[in-house]
């Protein structure tokens, strides 16, 4: 043990006197019988620590809530632990620079939509379940029991042995109860779909040691890279988390007319979904805080993005076809069924350049200030006629004279 040192010398105070003195020899012998009882108490200790700890493991794991069919979720008992138990569960996750992508899909009552979804993704799934150095796990998560669901399902199990089956069966009232705001009756069905993605979480964190999760929706169709997007993405994510807090497959503007390469990657602030992957530690920051209800719309909010971004592609890397669902397909024919799917299958793991100038903020503002000091200035009378995509534009919106750089 270190002790305070006093001004005129450079040795422990309180033990200097003892080897100052001419008497030395004395001392040191009469301590011998005491230094060694000492040390027997100290191998005591010590031995008696690996004995318990080595009979009972289990106390020193979080007890994960079971997620396999069938099971209600209580909310009360998957909130809000009193110490965070996902520390553990890190401890025990995939080594450093291990990729180990759990990719899931989410379902409730459209059996033709799950099945077209699964048969566009396992068109571009790898015979080994890998890319590079990234695993893939399919997983469908099913909320509640809605037999022809059930049945896709389990003929897609029959010729998969490797894709797993959760069911999520969702109790309102226990939901409820575990959030002190008042519901909106008229948007139960936002509500429910909060609940099945914490369940998610859930299992995700206390029964899988990925280091990725991977959220897909059951009315998707997949651009050829799709997959290869997210493996060489998965790393560099979790270098550059601190800034950014997700990779999303998907661009709001991505149109037919307003995109053109395939190459090119984007921050946003506005949290884009559908097909959006994060680390383990952002999963278990969000899981800590999930909302109520309208999850995507409390994801946009400053207290979850904490300064932080999304990554995105120019050109959509999935397209959704739901034009029946939760939100009754508003805003579909006019702006959803006109997004661009990539076509090109590009090798993520060979675009060197692309991802580090997207990941690393400071780059990727260097970039945009290169392109916007490229760009033409025009007023928004002029715009109308410009918009063929062959080049970058800079919008006057009101009040500007001239923009200098």
Known sequence: MLHRRDNRSHRPTGTSRLFESSRTGRYVHKLKPAIGFLLFLICGVILLSVLTMKSSPEEFRPQPIQSVSPVIISPSKIRGPAVSPVIAVDAIGPPANSVDIAVVLVCFNRPDYVRRTVDSLLTIWPENSSIGPARLHLTISQDGDFKPVTSVIELLLKDHDNVQHLRFNYDHDK?????PEQFLQDFSVYYRISAHYQFILNDFLFNKNNSHLLFIEDDMEFAPDFLSYFAALANPLIRWQSSTYCVSAWNDNGRENLVSNPNVLYRT???????????????????????????????????????????????????????????????YAQYLERIQLNTVNI???????????????????????????KATTITRSEMKGLLDGSKPLGLCVSGCVSIKF
Not at 175 to 179: C, I
Not at 285 to 294: D, H, I, N, S
């Open 175 to 179: 939901w409820q109860a575990s959030y």
């Open 269 to 331: 602030d506005v949290f884009p979904g559908l097909g959006w992957m994060l680390t383990r530690k952002m999963a278990h920051e969000l899981y800590e805080k999930w909302p109520a209800g309208f999850w995507d719309d409390w994801l946009r909010a400053p207290e979850q993005k904490r300064g932080r971004s999304c990554v995105y592609p120019e050109m959509n890397r999935v397209k959704t076809f739901g034009s029946e669902g939760s939100s009754h397909g508003e805003f």
């Open 347 to 373: 090798d993520w793991l060979k675009q060197s350049s692309a991802i580090p100038e997207t990941l690393d903020p400071i780059k990727f503002e260097a970039r945009l200030y290169d392109d916007l000091k």
